[in-house]
């Protein structure tokens, strides 16, 4: 039994040999927010709870680590390495995020069928900001955000470059855009694992249709946001009126409600 989080319930979701835990609440069209490392934290809850206030459902896997266990630096070493070596996650190569792709979809299928609406969103953050992306080839899918994509490790050009999906399933969300699709994407400027060279190659591929957030932070930057700040929407976010990731925040949130109120 998984722990409890307050204003959700736990349901298992199980798709092709692969079973996580699934926390669910709100009502209204689903956005999926797909935690971070080290797993699903109370910064990342924090966060969904803002999308139930705004008037949707939200469903949350727990892919690895502890529900509600607070962020710590011996923690999320942890979970990456479980995470590397579990046979679903294969984000370290250049092809994809591996089987949990099947996962996640199947799982937004499920979403969308029980929800309603014109569709569904999806979050992913950090070793799981690509995922949302992934998710996008499916037509369902309306609203995702790429916050910190961080995999697969920016070593090397092509690296640095990759959007962490196939070159055919780029290929799918490309036509999709071509169609009205959008793809909103965060990141700090000065955040090593994300960097600009990934979003180049994103507006590249997606043109006007890849929306970028990207907040300054550079060395002296107004707001004295630190150059190992990376986690825009959680660990990182000042939650106080003009602070730029607040307005991030909100950017996030409004295209949620854009996109699942009026595609």
């Not at 969904?48 to 070493?77: C, E, H, N």
């Not at 962490?164 to 965060?186: I, N, T, Y």
């Not at 907040?215 to 929407?233: K, Y």
Request: include cysteine.
């Amino acid at each position: 039994m998984e722990p409890p989080i307050e204003g959700f319930h736990e349901q298992p979701f199980v798709h092709d040999g692969i079973r996580h835990p699934v926390y669910k609440g709100g009502s209204g069209s689903c956005v999926i927010v797909i935690h971070e490392l080290p797993g699903l934290h109370p910064g990342v809850v924090d966060f969904a709870r803002r999308v139930v206030d705004r008037g949707q459902s939200v469903w949350m896997p727990s892919l690895f680590g502890t529900p509600m266990k607070p962020f710590g630096i011996p923690y999320t070493a942890r979970s990456f390495a479980r995470a590397c070596v579990a046979r679903e996650f294969t984000q370290l190569a250049l092809e994809g995020p591996g089987p949990v792709m099947g996962w996640l979809r199947a799982l937004a299928a499920a979403a969308h069928s029980e929800c309603g609406g014109p569709g569904v969103g999806a979050v992913g953050m950090c070793f799981t900001g690509g995922f949302a992306l992934g998710m996008a080839v499916d037509t369902r899918m309306v609203a995702p955000v790429l916050s910190q994509p961080s995999m697969p490790f920016p070593i090397g050009r092509r690296r640095r470059e990759s959007s962490g999906v196939s070159d055919e399933d780029l290929a799918r969300v490309r036509e999709r855009a071509a169609d009205g699709a959008c793809v909103m994407g965060l990141r700090f400027t000065h955040d090593r694992m994300v960097p600009a060279s990934r979003f180049h190659s994103l507006r590249d591929a997606l043109g006007d249709a890849f929306i970028a957030v990207e907040i300054d932070s550079s060395p002296g930057n107004e707001w004295g946001i630190g150059r190992m700040a990376h986690s825009v929407l959680t660990l990182d976010l000042v939650d106080e009126p003009g602070h730029p990731t607040h307005a991030a925040l909100d950017r996030v949130l409004d295209f949620l409600d854009e996109r699942l109120a009026a595609h």
